[in-house]
């Protein structure tokens, strides 16, 4: 079985951006979030900042997202970053260390030649469903 999960306010903000996609998905003990840009969930608004907010925004969006589907970062197994300039991958390194201090998921990194939105980055990723 395949469930769509709705993400307040990132689902409704993605969606008003006339983007078809579920922010999370949950299929046979796993978690798929799509790639989230640092959208603000509670104006749908995209964070305007340097590359660190824009990582933590994001980064808190993987996180929500994660949860309203039972699972957490903790149990993520794969995380890809989207980046618009290779130059950032020292300090999204850094910042990214915080989030996963001990031993980190796989991970892809990824540099983007263009981008549909005004940000910096998009994370991804693929967890192991909580219950």
């Not at 689902?11 to 996609?21: E, F, H, K, N, Q």
């Not at 949860?67 to 980046?83: P, Q, R």
Request: hydrophobic share 45%.
């Amino acid at each position: 079985m395949i469930e769509k999960i709705h993400v307040p306010g990132l689902s409704d903000a993605i969606a008003s951006r006339g983007v078809p996609l579920s922010v999370a998905t949950k299929a046979k003990g796993f978690v798929f979030v799509s790639g989230l840009p640092p959208i603000q969930p509670d104006t749908g608004a995209m964070l305007q900042g340097d590359i660190v907010a824009q990582l933590r925004q994001a980064m808190a969006n993987l996180k929500l997202a994660l949860e309203h589907a039972g699972s957490s970062l903790e149990n993520c197994v794969m995380v890809t970053l989207y980046v618009s300039n290779a130059g950032f991958f020292g300090t999204i390194n850094k910042t990214y260390r915080e989030y996963f201090p001990g031993l980190p998921p796989a991970r892809t990194c990824i540099a983007v030649g263009s981008w549909p939105f005004e940000a910096d980055l998009e994370v991804e990723a693929v967890a192991v469903a909580g219950d």
